[in-house]
């Protein structure tokens, strides 16, 4: 099935008009022109949530030193000066690496939110995302478009999200979800030491109390159980979570204590009980006399 991602939505005529390979657009386009721009001038999107991957980029520069950059990226004019980078990070990366002083850029004027979701649409379908990633680029276009809506868009943005993407509207409000954890506990997701179901649950909890629970994984070298979770998320959103509760959900004391074990040695025994007495018969004996001091009020 064809998907009509956002970026093609975004008050643009075409795909062509938005990526600028429209022949009729000519260099007084306003906002529609290629531009090499130095490297210096480019700036990383405000809080832009995808990584570079810099081992996985020789062949990427490689390229580059011999052909340039084929694609251009997407920018925008910044008020202070320079041009932030919605598209071609890791191209501008690549082209450092390469020795090269600039890039070829479209440079666009897109207002922040249609610059927020070209920038997601464009890096999203990558196969090496992380969940942490995944969460912040999902958070970031969901409340762009939610902003959108405000201004006269009509429509669930889930449902659109889910249409454009192909992730399920239920997985992607999860991931949405997963983004209010804080840096610390998001990392342990993408490091599988906290189970994703658990991290949407641990984000129910606040500021603090997501750290007390960061801080008793760290300190005991523990991560949460499915029940556990759930059950910092019910406390959390009843406003009944304290530290100490945390402690007792996560560190719960044995429900039952080791037996103890008594034994004697031999020669010990032989003072009191003769070869006739059994193992058996000598554990009766040494019961029934207990009996007897506890009757008499006697405590060990």
């Known amino acids: 099935m064809n998907k009509t991602t956002s970026a093609s939505k975004i008050k643009m005529k075409s795909f062509d008009e938005l990526f600028g390979t429209n022949e009729n657009l000519g260099q007084e386009s306003v906002g529609g022109e290629i531009r090499e721009i130095p490297l210096s001038s480019l700036h990383t999107f405000r809080h832009h949530p995808f990584q570079i991957h810099e081992d996985k980029l020789d062949e990427m520069v490689e390229s580059i030193k011999q052909h340039g950059v084929l694609i251009p990226g997407i920018a925008r004019m910044r008020p202070q000066g320079g041009y932030e980078i919605i598209a071609g990070h890791t191209r501008k990366r690549a082209s450092e690496l390469a020795g090269k002083d600039t890039m070829p850029m479209f440079i666009r004027n897109l207002s922040d939110d249609e610059a927020t979701i070209v920038m997601v649409d464009s890096n ?5 995302i992380l969940p942490s ?3 912040k ?20 943005s889930l449902d659109t999200m889910s249409e454009e993407t192909g992730e399920n509207a239920k997985k992607i409000q999860r991931y949405i979800r997963l983004a209010r954890l804080s840096d610390e506990l998001l990392e342990l997701v993408d490091k599988k030491k906290l189970g994703f179901v658990q991290g949407v649950d641990i984000s129910f909890l606040n500021d603090e109390q997501q750290q007390w629970v960061l801080d008793i994984m760290l300190d005991h070298g523990i991560s ?3 029940d556990q979770s759930a059950r910092l998320k019910a406390f959390a959103k009843e ?5 100490d509760e945390v402690r007792e959900i996560l560190l719960p004391k044995e429900t039952s204590s080791k037996p103890r074990r008594v034994t004697f040695k031999a020669d010990r025994l032989d003072d009191y009980f003769d070869e006739a007495y059994t193992e058996e018969k000598i554990t009766e004996v040494i019961l029934s006399l207990l009996d007897e001091w506890k009757k ?5």
Do not use: F, W
């Open 124 to 128: 999203i379908q990558r196969e090496d």
């Open 224 to 226: 949460p159980n499915i």
């Open 137 to 156: 680029a999902y958070s970031m276009r969901y409340y762009a478009m939610k902003h959108q809506g405000r201004k006269g868009q009509t429509g669930n």
């Open 239 to 243: 406003n009944m979570l304290t530290e």
């Open 296 to 300: 008499r009020g006697e405590k060990v």
């Open 133 to 135: 990633e995944r969460a």
